[in-house]
């Protein structure tokens, strides 16, 4: 087994005690992902599930982010202040980079 986060061992340990298999953990944490309105709490639960399926996505937490900035060909294309629970997410077995964050707006 690979290392997972401490998170994402407390869930499959969890579902361990029950004998249920990490897949089925999972499919679960997606499903109940699916019905979040909360976006960071979604990709938190997407994350965990990603983990446990051994996919190379993750998702970190930034707390202490309050700016956000999107650099292309050496120049600023986005700039955003004010920002709080920064997170960086790899998806798309690390194809895909996202980043998901709150304003003050």
Do not use: W
Not at 2 to 19: I, N
Not at 31 to 60: I, M, P, R, V
Not at 74 to 96: A, H, I, K
């Amino acid at each position: 087994m690979t290392d997972l986060s401490p998170a994402a061992q407390a869930v499959l340990d969890a579902g361990l005690l029950h004998v249920v298999h990490r897949y089925s953990i999972a499919a679960a944490l997606r499903a109940a992902a699916n019905q979040l309105t909360h976006a960071t709490s979604a990709h938190t639960l997407y994350a965990f599930a990603d983990e446990l399926e051994g996919n190379k996505d993750f998702l970190k937490n930034y707390p202490e982010v309050t700016r956000v900035e999107v650099i292309a060909n050496c120049s600023r294309e986005f700039v955003q202040y004010d920002c709080s629970n920064v997170q960086v997410s790899l998806q798309d077995n690390g194809q895909t980079i996202k980043l998901f964050f709150s304003t003050s707006d």
